[in-house]
């Protein structure tokens, strides 16, 4: 059974600091990219980071741009989202997801197989 699941979410003061981390099961981990995903209420569901399995290259949008790292430890399945900085229009749950290698770079959400249930951050000002 493919599994992505995320922890580390929580309630953090603006100008503070989380990290997200997705266990990944059920599937070979270096074959897929991870993106993490962000949605708030009401809002569309957003790409927040990329990276590769292969080469460990990274894609940030703006928006989080020099606040937010990811990095993954492909011997235990896992990524991570460094967030740093936090703003209150961070507040969304968070998605890991996984996209085939090769596929993912752009954050577009349907080339992205399997997703994580989500993990709630609140950034309280």
């Known amino acids: 059974e493919v599994q992505l699941v995320e922890s580390g979410g929580g309630l953090v003061q603006a100008g503070g600091s989380l990290t997200l981390s997705c266990a990944a099961s059920g599937f070979t981990f270096d074959d897929y990219n991870i993106g993490w995903f962000r949605q708030a209420p009401g809002k569309e569901r957003e790409g927040v980071s990329y990276?590769?399995?292969?080469?460990?290259?990274?894609y940030y949008p703006d928006s989080v741009k020099g606040r937010f790292t990811t990095s993954s430890d492909n011997a235990k399945n896992t990524a991570y989202l460094q967030m740093n900085s936090l703003k209150p229009e961070d507040t969304a749950v968070y998605y890991c997801a996984a996209a085939p290698v090769g596929w993912g770079q752009l954050l577009l959400i349907y080339e992205y197989y399997y997703w994580g249930q989500g993990t709630q951050v609140i950034v309280s000002s």
């Open positions: 990276i590769s399995s292969r080469d460990g290259r990274t």
